[in-house]
């Protein structure tokens, strides 16, 4: 999928006056009910936004010093563990270990693996956001109830974006499982492992809409050379080994 800068540009100002407008917004009627109602209005657009450019950036891109991230990203968890033909495993944990030695590539296989995999992952997207998120909420706002709401957003959003990806390739059937949202990101995130460049937004793809990298469905070829997302064909086909 090729990107257009003009949208994606257009697509990052909208984010930014969306939340430049909540700021203005808690720091000219300071009420508690207007920063907890803001706070997360203000701060899921920024997490999808940032969500886009570090996936589509950091992990799916060669940057100075942060080989190991692609590696992982694209050599691990894309081509070797999760191809489309192999979109679910099963076994007791959800993430792949990521601790040396990594190769060959592979699942975890105790739960302190799983949890420094799903815990990286976690606290990667909070740091990002640390900058770009949590400072203008307090220097622009000075209000520590709306800053408290937006620090909680965010971790639950860095929480949330970690184990629901854990949910969609290691499938146990939870409960959440069942839910429509999470089937429709379920075939949204298939989409992307079929199409690296498609679906950047794993969990909030509110800007894979704004940037124009939002691909419902396989093209006519992807669908010759990949398995379907009809759930027959993934019991039989990915999941296996």
Not at 150 to 174: D, E, M, Y
Request: with cysteine.
């Amino acid at each position: 999928m090729q990107l257009n800068p003009v949208r994606v540009v257009a697509g990052t100002a909208a984010v930014g006056a969306w939340c430049a407008g909540l700021i203005a917004l808690v720091a000219s009627f300071p009420h508690p009910a207007v920063a907890l109602v803001a706070a997360p209005l203000y701060c899921t657009p920024l997490v999808s936004l940032f969500e886009w450019y570090t996936h589509g950036i950091l992990y799916h891109h060669k940057l100075p010093g942060m080989e190991r991230i692609l590696a992982i990203h694209v050599g691990g968890h894309h081509l070797s563990l999760f191809p489309p033909k192999r979109y679910f495993r099963q076994g007791p944990y959800s993430f792949m270990r990521f601790r040396d030695p990594v190769m060959p590539w592979r699942m975890s296989d105790n739960l302190l693996d799983s949890l420094l995999t799903s815990g990286s992952q976690s606290a990667l997207h909070f740091v990002i956001g640390i900058v770009p998120i949590l400072l203008p909420a307090w220097f622009a706002t000075g209000n520590a109830l709306f800053f408290g709401a937006v620090i909680a957003t965010l971790a639950f959003w860095s929480i949330l974006l970690s184990w629901v990806h854990g949910c969609i390739h290691n499938p146990q059937g939870r409960w959440v499982e069942k839910m429509g949202w999470f089937m429709w990101l379920d075939r949204h995130h298939y989409v992307h492992h079929v199409d690296m460049t498609a679906n950047i937004n794993f969990l909030l793809p509110v800007c894979d809409f704004l940037m124009g990298t939002r691909k419902p469905a396989m093209t006519a070829e992807e669908a010759a050379a990949n398995p379907s997302f009809r759930s027959e064909e993934h019991t039989s086909e990915l999941q296996s080994p």
